[in-house]
């Protein structure tokens, strides 16, 4: 028989977790977790959601950002330099071998093809992970610049579609008044949200004005590893 959950320590869990991410610990409802467990909604993958708006605020911190970029652009430059000299470099069969001490036996040994490979990989990564930060640069975000909604909203939507695998649209109830699952995830995390009024209304303009950018989104705040699962699961 399977346990029941507890949702109040599980609401503290996640709070907890939300108040990591600092800028935006104060949205969700009192009882988001609870909530949104009624309504369907694996709450074992909030972590991404978390680690998604942790990495936006990190983002807005030009320092931190700037370590991160110069890292980042080390990496490829580092990894395409070693690929060309590996090129050249002497070889037994396409092998290198690490040996003991008295060259009696071979310890470990690299591939050097596979190597190669996995530099390129490296790369071309870190070069994702720069295009990433130009990204995030150009958007111009920053707490005080009334990106705050545009910031957690697109968070919202890119974990609902990438995380959570859901249909990205607002519905009608039949008297022009929009509905749906995704209308009621954001208007739970965007309980204590100041400013303007959170309004279904308010949230289908957002998500209709917005679609086209989701994936962009997506790719720059999200685990590489979710966005390229959900591609592959829609045969991308």
Known sequence: MQASINYADEQSRFSDKMNEARWCAAFPAPDAVETLASRGVDINQLTILVDCLARV????????????????????????????????ADHDNGWRHAWDA??????????????SDDLETLARNAEQRLEQFQFAKTIGLH?????????YWMSLI???????????????????????????????????????????????????RHRDEIDKFARAFLPSLVVRLHYLANGR
């Not at 931190?64 to 690929?83: C, G, K, Q």
């Not at 008044?177 to 957002?206: D, H, N, Q, Y």
Request: hydrophobic share 35%; charged share 30%.
């Open 57 to 88: 605020g990190r983002s807005w911190d030009f320092r931190e950002s700037r370590e991160e970029s110069d890292s980042e652009s080390s990496i490829a430059a580092r990894a395409r330099e070693l690929v060309e000299l590996l090129r050249n």
């Open 102 to 115: 008295e060259y009696e036996k071979i310890e470990n040994s690299v591939e050097l093809d596979q190597l």
């Open 143 to 151: 707490p005080q610049s009334g990106k705050v909604r545009y910031f």
């Open 158 to 208: 890119a974990f609902w579609k990438f995380a959570l695998g859901r249909e990205v649209k607002a519905s009608d109830n039949g008297r022009n008044r929009p509905s749906g699952p995704l209308v009621a995830f954001i208007e739970t995390m965007s309980f204590g949200m100041t400013g303007g009024a959170v309004t279904p209304g308010a949230i289908r303009k957002f998500i209709e």
